[in-house]
């Protein structure tokens, strides 16, 4: 069956929440209240240190009184044991909060009659809880407690008993045990009688440990059935509980700037969307953690706080390497805004890697997130087994809209336009940087394999990194295709030299056409003034022949006015 746990109203039965991240989302609540809770494991699975966190954790928290009954180590031993997670029990039994009781239990003196019973642990138990108003008691070891005892019926009737008097109590109980060979627990009733049932692991595969936690059973209520890795650091238990299995997260329509304009154009736009997955994958040396750092440095300068995973190099060679390429990541590191962590990938298990990662993700609540290079992971698991944990880790991302960028190395070519992890399937935006020999030398050229939901580039870039930083060179295309590196310099400088020519032709023919038509205009300047020269002739000749008409018969008007007079 699988588990979802958002499809799931708040239960019914009354929980005590243990305050330990992720097994309240797995129990959905919390432990059963008042009643009793079994912690059955071998030695050194964490079920004492569960045990004290569940106490803790009620004490501090939830305002919850608690007892805590050892019948294995004294209570100086458990101060010293819970004082490197950050727990001061004797300030803690001194404001009233835990009451430490040490039941020293001899073997010899469990006398096997019909007697034996365990009415001095329930009067010492009951005053304890009473002194402090406990809400909340803890029994570790149970087998201490009935290691001398060899008759079944009896220890079957005392460990009802025990369990029936908690519930009386009305106290949220935590027994421990050990686990037995053929059973659960080395009596095989413990499991029957308790409520609820936890089974934490401690695993040992490929030289890699793995802490597993599994309930066995819980009455009453709905719970995680699956196998949950947990890790045990300085902060003390914490549990991975099961990514929701349905793809119903919502998604967000804003972009986030990759830190390289040019990248940006290729994918149409502003950049990755918000929440969105990214692949960059390529060959040793094609600058992937590059790309990483320079996604990084935009991210922090535009206010955005980033967690930086770093499975191959540490954060001061990443720091010192980035840097060259004028990215200065340590002013974020300063800032608050960038965060390392650097670790080995031996260092855990695959499920604790996760489990790590997500820890400080809701710790520090990121917006962009990075992986670099997911390949290492494949040393602590198979390629099955890392796909599963970054669908896992996708989901946990998206569902809190962060955006993650992994790297991964190929071991191949790339020539099949897969990655090695086969995750290129699940992720939004699938970046490749390849080598391209020619000319006798190496270069680097960019293909966004793919962009969900957007219009993207199909051409190749030529991928530049710099003393200026990182650059996506044009497509240039010569006589013989995509250049790139010295061809692509050389093939430019022939076009320029080309350019030059021409320019310079064009305009040595300019300033003939200029001359030619300088001496056209004066030309027809000459022509223009002889011809005026000519009209001037010509109206000359015609003002004189109209004055001479004109006076002639001015004469004429004259002679006739004088004979009319005589």
């Known amino acids: 069956m699988n588990f979802d746990p958002q499809k799931i109203n708040t239960p019914k039965l009354p929980k005590a929440p243990t305050g330990i991240d992720g097994l309240d989302q797995i129990t959905l609540g919390g432990l059963p209240k008042g009643r009793p809770t079994l912690i059955c494991g071998a030695a050194g699975s964490g079920k004492t240190l569960m045990a004290m966190d569940f106490l803790v954790h009620g004490a501090q928290k939830f305002n919850e009184p608690g007892v805590f009954v050892a019948f294995e180590e004294k209570s100086e031993e458990l101060a010293q044991n819970v004082a490197s997670l950050g727990y001061d029990l004797k300030q803690l039994e001194q404001d009233k909060l835990i009451k430490i009781d040490h039941v020293h239990v001899e073997r010899h003196e469990i006398e096997e009659t019909g007697e034996y019973n365990l009415e001095g642990l329930f009067i010492r138990l009951g005053y304890a809880i009473d ?22 019926a009896i220890l079957r009737a005392e460990l009802r008993r025990l369990f029936q008097w908690l519930k009386e109590k009305q106290v949220t109980a935590v027994i421990t045990g050990e686990q037995g060979d053929a059973n659960l627990t080395r009596q095989g009733l413990e499991e029957y009688v308790s409520d609820c049932v936890i089974l934490p692991d401690h695993r040992i595969e490929n030289k890699v440990s793995t802490r597993i936690l599994r309930i066995v059973k819980y009455r009453g209520t709905v719970h995680g059935t699956n196998e949950y890795p947990f890790l ?5 238990i914490s549990v991975l509980p099961v990514t929701s299995l349905m793809l119903n997260n919502d998604v967000s329509s804003d972009r986030v700037s990759s830190g390289i304009p040019s990248l940006d154009k290729m994918l149409g736009g502003p950049g990755f969307y918000v929440g969105s997955s990214i692949l960059v994958s390529g060959t040793a040396g094609t600058g992937k953690t590059s790309i990483a750092g320079n996604f990084a440095d935009q991210a922090c300068r535009d206010g955005r706080r980033c967690v930086f995973f770093a499975f191959e190099e540490s954060p001061q060679q990443i720091i010192r390497n980035m840097r060259s390429i004028n990215i200065d990541l340590q002013t974020h590191v300063d800032n608050n805004l960038l965060y390392f962590k650097a670790t080995r990938p031996t ?11 997500t820890k400080l993700i809701e710790k520090v609540n990121p917006e962009v997130v990075i992986m670099d290079p997911i390949t290492n992971l494949i040393t602590v698991g198979s390629n099955s087994e890392v796909k599963s944990l970054l669908t896992r880790l996708i989901d946990y991302l998206q569902s809190k809209k962060i955006t993650v960028m992994f790297t991964a190395l190929s071991m191949k070519d790339n020539k099949s336009e897969q990655s090695d992890e086969g995750i290129s399937s699940l992720v939004d935006t699938w970046l490749l940087v390849r080598d391209i020999e020619s000319n006798g ?13 957007m219009k993207h580039s199909n051409q190749v870039r030529e991928f530049v990194i710099s003393d200026d930083g990182i650059q996506l060179v044009n497509v240039f295309l010569g006589p013989e295709g995509v250049l790139t590196g010295s061809a692509r ?3 430019q400088l022939l076009e320029k030299t080309g350019l030059a020519i021409r320019d310079h032709a064009v305009s040595r023919k300019d300033r003939e056409i200029e001359r030619k038509k300088l001496v056209l205009e004066s030309k027809i300047a000459s022509l223009r003034e002889e011809f005026e020269s000519v009209q001037e002739e010509l109206n000359k000749t015609y003002i004189e022949e109209e004055l001479k008409k004109s006076i002639i018969e001015e004469n004429r008007q004259e002679l006739t006015q004088k004979r009319d007079m005589q």
């Open 347 to 357: 260092l855990y298990g695959l499920e604790l890697h996760l489990l790590s990662m």
């Open 489 to 491: 310099e050389e093939q």
């Open 232 to 236: 045990i650091d300085e902060e003390g």
């Open 131 to 152: 002194s402090i108003g406990a809400k909340r008691v803890v029994l570790d070891t149970l087998e201490c407690l009935f290691s001398g005892l060899a008759n079944q």
């Open 441 to 453: 030398e190496r270069n680097r050229g960019m293909y966004v394999m793919k962009s969900r939901g």
